[in-house]
């Protein structure tokens, strides 16, 4: 794989893609890669588990939070109080919440939330992100979960996989 220089990197991530352009640009880079993976894929899936906990029981917590959000967000003006916003944060291993403020919580996240209602997720994350102690894995937790059937979560993990995608032997992130 050749190396590429810093400059063409910063040219490469500084850009903000919208979701057609980066399909075009990706969409088979992603598929070709997710083919060749596939059996490494659906072998870690099944092994999908934390500690000593079963894939069943790690899908059952993922939807209970999932669930939490969505009765949180209907008390609460289309925001997440606190107590939801540290039970998303013990289930992503972290510690609490880092903005303690109920009110503020309530506020900032049913302005990320809004933003997610008019498709602009960049903005939403962004949102969220602009509380101190809040970075991408947190706050891709609490979008991420809120609908998991069109919004992931980004970690470490997340993060390492997508660097290995390659395009003419040239690494694409």
């Known amino acids: 794989m050749r190396e590429i220089s810093e400059e063409e990197w910063d040219n490469r991530t500084t850009t903000r893609k919208n979701k ?13 890669w997710t083919s060749k993976n596939e059996s ?29 959000i969505k009765l949180s967000r209907k008390r609460n003006q289309g925001g997440i109080d606190l107590k939801t916003a540290d039970y998303i944060m013990d289930w992503g291993g972290f510690d609490k919440f880092p903005l303690r403020d109920p009110n503020e919580v309530i506020k900032i996240t049913s302005e990320a939330f809004d933003l997610v209602e008019q498709d602009d997720i960049y903005q939403s994350i962004y949102k969220l992100m602009l509380i101190n102690g809040v970075g991408i894995a947190r706050a891709s ?3 991420g979960l809120f609908d998991q059937d069109k919004y992931c979560i980004y970690d ?12 003419r032997d040239l690494r694409e992130f």
Do not use: M, P, W
Not at 20 to 32: A, G, H, T
Not at 156 to 167: C, H, M, Y
């Open 20 to 32: 057609e352009d980066f399909l075009k640009d990706y969409k088979n880079i992603i598929l070709e």
């Open 40 to 68: 490494l894929i659906i072998k870690n899936r099944q092994k999908y588990s934390y500690g000593t906990k079963s894939t069943l029981k790690c899908i059952d917590e993922r939807n209970k939070v999932s669930q939490a």
């Open 141 to 143: 937790k609490i979008i």
């Open 156 to 167: 470490s993990r997340v993060g390492t996989a997508l660097r290995t995608l390659k395009k």
